[in-house]
């Protein structure tokens, strides 16, 4: 779904596969990645649902939609992902203060290009179509292996 996933998944088999023979570090491998799969999964389903409530609230026009994310400030953005992630990760603390800019900025290019694919994977299903615009169906993990 993200640019990228394949690469990383390709990279953690090749190292996996230099680097030890043990079947039990190949067992963690497996671990890791389905985990990780699963998350994704998770954090996805959550984008969408947001996705779907904003489609609604532009009646369904995906450019209104994605204008009105864009317009949201750094903030509006960064306390989206931190909900999503303190729903999986109830540990998860964001940091008080802000000084460091990359993260910053990359977490604003993550959630614009996250934000895009999910409005665009709402539309394509048309799950905002439901009753007052929601829906409980939800893509399931293959559904979602379309996308990426």
């Known amino acids: 779904m993200f640019e990228?996933?394949?690469?990383?998944?390709?990279?953690?088999?090749?190292?996996?596969?230099?680097?030890?023979?043990?079947?039990a570090f190949g067992g963690l491998v497996r671990v890791a990645m389905a985990v990780a799969e699963r998350f994704r999964v998770a954090v996805s389903r959550d984008g969408i649902r947001l996705a779907m409530s904003l489609l609604a609230e532009c009646d369904g026009d995906l450019h209104r939609a994605q204008k009105l994310t864009r317009g949201w400030n750094v903030e509006r953005k960064s306390q989206e992902l931190t909900t999503t992630f303190q729903r999986w990760f109830p540990l998860y603390k964001p940091k008080i203060q802000r000084n460091d800019r990359e993260e910053e900025q990359a977490r604003v290019v993550f959630f614009d290009i996250a934000m895009t694919t999910w409005l665009q994977i709402a539309q394509d299903l048309r799950l905002f179509g439901g009753k007052d615009g929601s829906s409980d169906d939800l893509p399931d993990a293959a559904a979602l292996k379309r996308y990426d």
Do not use: I
Not at 4 to 23: H, I, K, M, N, T
């Open 4 to 23: 990228g996933q394949q690469e990383v998944a390709a990279l953690v088999r090749v190292s996996y596969d230099v680097l030890s023979s043990d079947p």
